[in-house]
């Protein structure tokens, strides 16, 4: 269910200090977004239109190198935000952001955003650690590719993704997200048929099982000991 347009722009912490009076004008001045799977809700090269709060659905954050291969650096659900780095610096969007269910996004305008920014001690401090823990994430996981082999990185991603969008199922935990096989791979820097070969090793190892195109994790110590032991000679 979408909440209202005060009520989620409260709920995330780099607004929830802001006086009352601020908070009900950057709610007037938002705006509601709908958008289906599939759909690029922000393009790399785009202009900063304003900063997106996700009110309801995930959605992947892609790169792209050279020769035009695809990594999902992040995944963002219901309170997450992105889209605030292109108005701080005036560069153009760094990333796309790909819907990969129907969406539901509270766009706070640009001009707003920057207003708020430059005018609120408060929305300043939030906004600064905020960004050095995304920072300190890619960095962490940039870190992964030379340190570990391809299987502990995966064990790693869907350990992950197990904790953040995980759900109770039987007796493991459902990763709650309809991501392709090809997808895992663009999270690790490996190719679908090697995510296919691992899962279905895991199956039998009776670590993973697949339902309806979703992962339930089933061995989570024996996925985070492989994450941990597998490090690259």
């Known amino acids: 269910m979408s909440s209202q347009p005060l009520e989620l722009l409260v709920g995330i912490e780099l607004l929830s200090g802001l006086d009352a009076a601020t908070q009900r004008e950057l709610a007037s001045a938002s705006r509601?977004?709908?958008?289906?799977?599939?759909?690029?809700?922000?393009r790399r090269g785009d202009p900063g239109r304003g900063v997106y709060v996700v009110d309801s659905g995930r959605l992947k954050v892609m790169v792209s190198d050279a020769e035009g291969r695809d990594a999902i650096v992040n995944v963002m659900g219901p309170t997450e935000y992105f889209g605030e780095l292109s108005l701080l610096d005036d560069h153009p969007c760094s990333a796309d952001v790909v819907a990969l269910e129907p969406c539901t996004l509270q766009l706070i305008p640009r001009e707003h955003f920057r207003q708020l920014v430059l005018?609120?001690?408060?929305?300043?401090?939030?906004?600064?650690?905020?960004?050095?823990?995304?920072?300190?994430?890619?960095?962490?996981?940039?870190?992964?590719?030379?340190?570990?082999?391809?299987?502990?990185?995966?064990?790693?991603?869907?350990?992950?993704?197990?904790?953040?969008?995980?759900?109770?199922?039987?007796?493991?935990?459902?990763?709650?997200?309809?991501?392709?096989?090809?997808?895992?791979?663009?999270?690790?820097?490996?190719?679908?048929?090697?995510?296919?070969?691992?899962?279905?090793?895991?199956?039998?190892n009776g670590w993973v099982v697949q339902h309806q195109r979703q992962l339930v994790v089933l061995d989570h110590e024996a996925l985070e000991a492989l994450g941990r032991l597998q490090a690259t000679e």
């Open 32 to 42: 509601r977004v709908s958008v289906s799977a599939g759909t690029f809700v922000l």
């Open 119 to 204: 005018t609120d001690a408060h929305a300043s401090r939030k906004l600064i650690p905020a960004l050095a823990a995304r920072i300190r994430t890619l960095t962490d996981r940039l870190a992964e590719f030379p340190a570990l082999s391809v299987e502990a990185r995966l064990a790693r991603a869907v350990i992950r993704l197990a904790r953040r969008f995980g759900v109770p199922h039987g007796e493991g935990s459902r990763i709650a997200l309809r991501l392709s096989q090809q997808e895992l791979g663009d999270m690790i820097g490996a190719s679908r048929p090697f995510v296919n070969r691992q899962v279905r090793d895991w199956e039998k």
